[in-house]
């Protein structure tokens, strides 16, 4: 279980960035690294000049898109790459606390995926949709006092919000559970 205040409730994405912003929550719930970090680091990785974090995330939203797309992947297979391989120093601070597990089919695992935040100190980055062919990632982690609690980087929605389950976050696509060592 997590802490609910562990959690960073400040942060709103200003781009398409929710799949490593998504991370970057995990990254500075569980290993104490700036969210900021993860999109200059992103960048860093990627020899993509910027000026400061919010250039960073701007940048990486665009270098993302077309990434993933060039490597005929999920938008968690590349952020995984990161996490598992990447020199800079956010990334590796946090593969030295969690391990990353992908899931390629949330619903298929979603017992699973539900006991294990539940059960250990763990949060999960789930895909769903959110139009025809519009996504979105979100962090969801259990608090052990409100049970299952969506964060949410989009800007207009409700930062920490209480869901019964997975499945109504809407239809659910690919995953990522981060588990402390």
Request: include cysteine; proline fraction near 2%; glycine fraction near 6%.
């Amino acid at each position: 279980m997590i802490e609910i205040a562990k959690v960073d409730s400040s942060f709103v994405q200003s781009a398409g960035s929710c799949v490593l912003a998504s991370y970057a929550i995990a990254n500075n719930c569980l290993a104490s690294v700036a969210i900021e970090e993860a999109f200059q680091d992103y960048c860093r990785n990627f020899k993509i000049a910027f000026r400061d974090w919010k250039e960073a995330e701007a940048k990486y939203a665009v270098h993302f898109d077309s990434e993933w797309k060039r490597r005929k992947c999920k938008g968690y297979e590349v952020i995984l790459c990161l996490h598992s391989g990447s020199e800079e120093k956010s990334f590796r601070i946090g593969r030295g606390v969690f391990d990353a597990i992908f899931y390629p089919d949330t619903v298929l695992k979603r017992d699973e995926l539900e006991n294990s935040v539940r059960s250990k100190r763990a949060l999960l980055n789930v895909t769903y949709k959110v139009g025809p062919t519009c996504y979105h990632s979100v962090t969801v982690f259990c608090d052990g006092v409100q049970g299952l609690v969506v964060r949410n980087t989009m800007p207009g929605q409700v930062k920490l919000k209480q869901i019964p389950n997975l499945t109504s976050l809407g239809e659910l696509q690919d995953s990522v559970l981060y588990v402390v060592k």
